[in-house]
C-alpha cells in the first residue's frame, strides 16, 4: 500500500471489481424477486432523528446505546445516520398516509447502513442491507412468504440457507415468560458474562441472544418461550410452520432466537449458510411498531439481509457472478460472401449484437483458429453455396454440430441462443 495523505475511515470498504460484481448481482437478483411478488422500491434518507430508533429499536439495546452515529446540526437537531431500515420505513409509513392505501404495503430497499462496532470480518462500520417490509395485514401467510422470498434470493444466488425460527409471542406471553426466565437465570447470575449481568434487570429477554460460550451453556437450560404461548399466538405460530411446510422450505426450531431488537414480537426469523456461524439475514413480525411511533395499530412484518456478508458466502464458494455474453463469430469465404458478411454484421450491430470477425483473412482456415482463439460460442460461416442459397451455417464450436439456416432468420435464431 502507497504512504497516502488520506485513508478511508475504519469500518467502511471502497467496493469495485469483483467485489462491486458480486453487490451487483445481489442488488439484481433480488431487486428482481421482490418485484415478482409486488413488492415496491422504497427510499429514505440516511439521516433520520435519532429518537425514531430510541423508540423503536429500544433505549437498552446495543445499537441505540453504543452503537449510532450521531451528529447534531447547525439547527440544534439530533439526527443520527440510520443504523437499520424498518424504523423509518414505518416513520415513512405514517408520515405520508400510506394506511389509506390497499393494504398490505409491500416495500423493499437496498442501501447502506451504519453502526459504531468493532469492525472484523463480517462486521462492518458502514454496511449494506437488502430489506422486505409488509405493512398493514397480519396473515400467517405473509410471515411464510417473507420467509420464502428471502430464502428464493438465497437459492438464486447459489447459496443454500437453513432457517432458524422462533416465536416470541404476544406481550401477554412474553411479559409471563421474561418473569419466570428472570427466576430460572437468578441462580446463574454469577457466571453470565459482563454484559449479560447488565442485561439481567432490565433486558432480560436479550441474554438470550449472547455469543459467549459460558452464557451459552446456561441459556440452553432456561425455559422456552414457544411453552408460554398463548392459544392465539400458538395458533398462528403453527400455521407458519405449515405454510413453511407446504413449500417444502428447510427450517429449525431456536426457542432462544430474540434477535438484538426490541421491536420484535411473534415470529422472528433467521438465515444461516453452512459452515458460517454468523446470520446472513433476519427479520420477524412488528405488530406494536406503528402504534409505538405515533400511527394507527397496524400489524406488520419484515426482514433484511446483509449484502456484505452474503458477498463472503458467495466468494467462499466461488460463485461465479459475471454473466459473460456469448461471443459470435463470422467467417466468411469468397467475395460475395464477403460482400453479404459486411451487411450481416451491420444486421447483428443494429441488433445490440457484438459479432467478431476477420475480414481481412481469406482462408476458412485461419478465421476458424481466430474464432477458436477469440474463445467463441458460434461461429457463422458464409461460403459461396449459402451466399447462392441465401442460406449460413451455424457452428457450434464445443461440439462442432453445424446446422444451416436461412440467411433472413439467422439474427433471430443467434438472439434466442445467446
Ligand atoms: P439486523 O438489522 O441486526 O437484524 O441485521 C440483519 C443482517 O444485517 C445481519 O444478519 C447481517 O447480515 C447484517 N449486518 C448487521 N450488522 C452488520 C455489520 N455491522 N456489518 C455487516 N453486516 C451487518
Redesign the pocket.
Known sequence: MTDQEFKKPS?TRDIFDREGDYFQKIEDTSRRIAGEYNFKTIRTPILEEKRLFVRSVGERTD?VQK?MYELTTKGGDELVLR????APIVRSYIENDLYKKPQPVKFYYFGP?F?Y?R?QK????????F?LEILGKKSPALDGQLILIFWKIFKSLQIETSVKINNLGCEGCRREYVEDLKKALKPHKESLCKNCKERFDKNTLRILDCKEEKCREVIETMPQIVDYLCKACKKNFKRVLEFLNKMELPYELDPFLV???DYYNNTTF??FAEGWG??????GRYDGLVEALGGRKTPACG????????VEVMKDKNIEVKNKPKKVFLAQLGDSAKKKAFELFEEFRKEGIPVYESMGRDSLKSQMSRADKLGAEYTLILGRQECIKNQIIIREMKSGKQETVSLDEVVEEIKKRI
Request: proline share 5%; glycine share 26%; aromatic share 12%.
Open positions: 469500518g445499537i452503537e443504523p437499520e431500515g424498518t447502513f453502526r462496532e469492525p463480517g462486521r462492518y462500520r458502514q454496511f449494506h442491507q430489506g434477535r438484538g431488537l433467521e438465515f454468523f446470520a446472513l439475514g433476519g427479520g426482514g433484511a439481509v446483509g449484502v456484505e456478508r452474503t
